[in-house]
């Protein structure tokens, strides 16, 4: 019998599990693969202990409710965060508790089949590169923008891990040094100025608007903010500073695409405004780097994690 995947997007607030057919890898349209496929809390404030169990024990409920054999399907897990290759412990987790700590193992005891872990925004732009808006490209940048700011880089449908298993982590470099202060300890990552959070505290809240970050730029797009000086002033900041970011790594790396996923993909102005600045700001009299939005929602990330489960058989 063929195996089965699962796939696990494990965030800081909540927890998907997809389970896909067997041969996916080459779907016209993955979404014609989802056997199933639920969403929990991830419940991280009762920290590190209660997450190996509540991550395990939904892993072993997808495989319930389904009726298969653990020994009949693979399991992909992406997480904030990555490996240290040296140790096994995770790192640079904005989901502090696991920093440090052997989750993977501590995961893998929990169950009776090996369980492959890999960042969350790796596998949100393998899967964007598979199968969503950069499907048509050899290299691809994806980056979320939501709760925290993240990369991952993929060439010909292989994530690019790097030496140190921190390549794509644009989030945290550096946009202006001792400002914003960020969770890794440092000041003035990139995080800090272009998470939904970081709109919300730095921007909207500081110029008086009392609403979240999603219903300012439903505003925007209503265009109720058309004579509003403070509006303006909140978008042109954002995209200044995503201008300025974006461009560095178009710098670096020249992609062919780069794909943007999370809540604040969603925010209009980037994809004007935004690009605009990264013009600007980019080496090269021009910019042909088409900065588009994912297409597979903000769910991409379990397709990934179960495409890189099925491929470590």
């Known amino acids: 019998m063929k195996k089965k995947h699962i796939g696990i997007d494990f965030g800081g607030t909540k927890i998907e599990g997809v389970l896909l057919k067997s041969n996916f890898e080459n779907a016209e349209n993955i979404n014609d693969f989802i056997l ?3 969403r929990i809390d991830t419940e991280a404030q009762q920290g590190y202990v209660h997450l190996v169990k509540r991550l395990s024990a939904f892993i072993k409920h997808i495989i319930k409710k ?13 997480l904030p965060g990555s490996i ?20 993977w193992n501590d995961v893998q005891k929990q169950l009776s089949t090996p369980v492959v872990f890999e960042n969350d925004a790796n596998c949100f732009a393998l899967a964007e590169a598979v199968w969503g808006a950069g499907k ?6 994806g980056i979320i923008l ?4 993240g990369g991952g880089i993929v060439i010909k449908k292989r994530i690019l891990s790097g030496l140190q298993n921190i390549t794509g982590e644009w989030g945290h470099s550096i946009l202006f040094p001792d400002t914003r202060p960020c969770y890794c300890g440092k000041k003035g990552c990139t995080e800090t100025y272009l998470a939904g959070p970081a709109f919300k505290k730095f921007e909207l809240d500081e110029n008086g608007f009392n609403l979240s970050s999603q219903k300012f730029c439903i505003n925007w797009d209503n265009g ?4 509003n000086s403070a509006a303006h002033t909140v978008v042109n900041h954002y995209c200044k500073h995503f201008g300025i970011a974006v461009s560095n790594v178009i710098n670096i790396l020249d992609p062919d695409v780069v794909i943007l996923g999370g809540g604040m993909s969603n925010a209009s102005f980037i994809y004007t405004m935004g690009t605009d600045y990264v013009k600007q700001y980019v ?7 088409p900065i588009i939005k994912a297409t597979l929602g903000d769910s991409a990330g379990v397709f990934g994690a179960a495409y890189l489960g099925s491929t470590n058989l």
């Open 283 to 289: 080496f090269n009299d021009e910019l042909l780097t």
């Open 66 to 78: 389904t009726k298969l054999e653990s020994d009949n399907v693979t399991i992909g897990i992406g």
């Open 136 to 141: 048509s490209y050899a290299v691809v940048f």
């Open 224 to 227: 109720n903010y058309h004579n």
């Open 84 to 103: 240290i290759r040296r140790t096994g412990c995770v790192k640079n987790s904005n989901t502090t508790c696991l920093n440090h700590k052997p989750f």
């Open 146 to 149: 939501g709760t925290g700011v």
């Open 36 to 38: 199933f496929r639920e």
